[in-house]
């Protein structure tokens, strides 16, 4: 069944204008998905939306996807509990000057960690939030630089799980053969536009070269004043115990940098299988945690 190009981006449309309205992100992705349930079947909009999502579920792809996810939390759960994390901030404190180097670094530490966009904002908003807490940067500005270098490097790097699940989705959906999914994903590196401009504007942000607007610029002067973290927000540390280091650990840096260098020259190496790798650190941080 042929629809009206208008109905075709209703869908995009209803979720792009409740998002910038609401500024709620999951509300508006449901209501797109409602409008288009409603579209492909009028009268009963729930047999779509239930028969979609049981599919989609079922995906061997999805199914991986959802459980790297949570071996990725439950790792980086790991790492602040052992009080690695707490020791590579120690670490980087002393070598850290500025304001500009803080920022700088965690752009570094996104490049580093290429093989996961999740990952990648975990790791480096965990290690470096206290860092630039410490020479006045707003969590507005640490979260615009760990989001703009972490899915953007993830996707223009294809030894990723970005580069997995989109060949996967393309042989799919039939726009690549089997078994050439990945290649084609490379060839469409080069045209990734967005991707390209958000990951290297980021050094140009944090010299000031491009000037800050809007809300940044008053989060900033906001953190300038000595309030880092935003009116009415509660921190990570206050609302979730997994953001608190055991008593008793004894805090090594080596323990953040050692299982973050093997999980990605690990991952690399082993035919991208970053599932089985992230299980195999969750051993080894268990493992020093419970000893």
Known sequence: MEYPVFLIFLPTIVVLVLALWTHRAIESILAGVVVGAVILNPGD???????????????????????VCACMGSLIALLIKSGSVE?????????????????????????FLFVDDYLNSLAAGSAMRKVTDT???????LAYVV?????????????STWGVFFGALLENNGVAAEGQGIWVYIESIPYMFYAWAAFL?????IAQKIPLLGTMKTAEA????????????VSYDEFSQSGTMNKGSKPKVWL?????????????????????RCLFHHGINSWYDGA
């Open 45 to 67: 909009p729930l047999t779509i939306v239930s028969e979609g999502t049981l599919k989609v579920m079922m995906d061997d792809t999805v199914a991986w996807v959802i459980l």
């Open 87 to 111: 020791a590579f901030t120690e670490f980087s404190i002393r070598y850290i000057k500025t304001k500009k180097g803080a920022l700088y670094v965690t752009w570094i530490l996104g490049i």
């Open 135 to 141: 020479y006045k940067t707003s969590r507005e500005m």
């Open 147 to 159: 989001d703009s270098t972490a899915a953007p490097i993830s996707v223009l790097i294809p030894i």
């Open 201 to 205: 504007l980021v050094p140009f942000v």
């Open 222 to 233: 906001r953190a300038e004043a000595g309030q880092c973290i935003p009116n009415g927000v």
């Open 256 to 276: 953040f940098i050692l299982p973050m260098f093997v999980l990605v020259s690990s991952t690399m190496y082993f035919d991208l299988d970053f599932f089985e």
